[in-house]
């Protein structure tokens, strides 16, 4: 049974830190390209970055680059969301999702559409205060 666990949420200030951690077991963890999505109330489900299977290719939705950065360690089947400079804008729950894929870089839309992904976490809620 595959399982993807994320940790890590909380309540911080605007300007702070969090970092989410998504633990996977029951699946070749190696072999998944790996995605954090995010989902505020009232909204729909929206991608926010994703890491290929080797951690060398991630690619990040504008609203977060240069502020967030996301990385895996395959050895401990875990994959991070860094988030820093973290604004009221970015509360929401963020789920950790696992694809197959289909190449080496994540820049393709494939890895932005929801659809793509096999496998879903329940999701961390993380609420930014002004």
């Known amino acids: 049974q595959v399982q993807l666990v994320e940790s890590g949420g909380g309540l911080v200030q605007a300007g702070g830190s969090l970092r989410l951690s998504c633990a996977a077991s029951g699946l070749t963890f190696s072999t998944y390209a790996m995605g954090w999505f995010r989902q505020a109330p009232g909204k729909e489900r929206e991608f926010v970055s994703a890491?290929?299977?080797?951690?060398?290719?991630?690619y990040f939705v504008d609203s977060v680059k240069g502020r967030f950065t996301i990385s895996r360690d395959n050895a401990k089947n875990t994959v991070y969301l860094q988030m820093n400079s973290l604004r009221p804008e970015d509360t929401a729950v963020y789920y950790c999702?696992?694809?197959?894929?289909?190449?080496?870089?994540?820049?393709?839309?494939?890895?932005?559409?929801?659809?793509?992904?096999?496998?879903w976490g329940q999701g961390t809620q993380v609420t930014v205060s002004s």
């Open positions: 999702a696992a694809t197959a894929g289909r190449g080496i870089t994540v820049s393709d839309p494939y890895y932005r559409n929801p659809s793509s992904y096999i496998y």
């Open positions: 890491v290929n299977w080797r951690g060398t290719s991630t």
